[in-house]
């Protein structure tokens, strides 16, 4: 069984940090795309940034470049977000996300995405 699981959210003030991980489990995850999707109350889920199999590739949406990374341990099969910068408009829950790299593939749209860990809240006071 294939599981997503995020942890390392929590409420943190504006221009802090935090570090997100997602460690994944069922499988080996060497090939796949691993991505950070966020949403927050009554918005749609919103693409924050993926990595490739080889930690290839990132891709980030603009108003988190430059304030965010991710990264990728494929021996720990696990994948970070370190946030740096924090704004309360990043105020979100954070999910992370995996498929399997193909070709035509961007793996820049939530659609794509076949496994989905559970969430962790992200709160950024004022």
């Known amino acids: 069984q294939v599981q997503l699981v995020e942890s390392g959210g929590g409420l943190v003030q504006a221009g802090g940090s935090l570090r997100l991980s997602c460690v994944a489990s069922?499988?080996?995850?060497?090939?796949?795309?691993m991505a950070w999707f966020r949403q927050a109350p009554g918005k749609e889920r919103e693409f924050v940034g993926r990595?490739?199999?080889?930690?290839?590739?990132?891709y980030y949406i603009d108003s988190v470049k430059g304030r965010f990374a991710i990264s990728r341990d494929n021996a720990m099969n696990t994948m970070y977000l370190q946030m740096n910068s924090l704004k309360p408009e990043d105020t979100a829950t954070y999910y992370c996300?995996?498929?399997?790299?193909?070709?035509?593939?961007?793996?820049?749209?939530?659609?794509?995405?076949?496994?989905w860990g559970q969430g962790t809240q992200v709160t950024v006071s004022e």
């Open positions: 069922g499988r080996t995850f060497s090939g796949y795309f």
């Open positions: 996300s995996a498929v399997m790299v193909r070709r035509g593939r961007s793996g820049l749209s939530a659609d794509e995405y076949d496994y």
């Open positions: 990595i490739g199999w080889n930690s290839g590739s990132p």
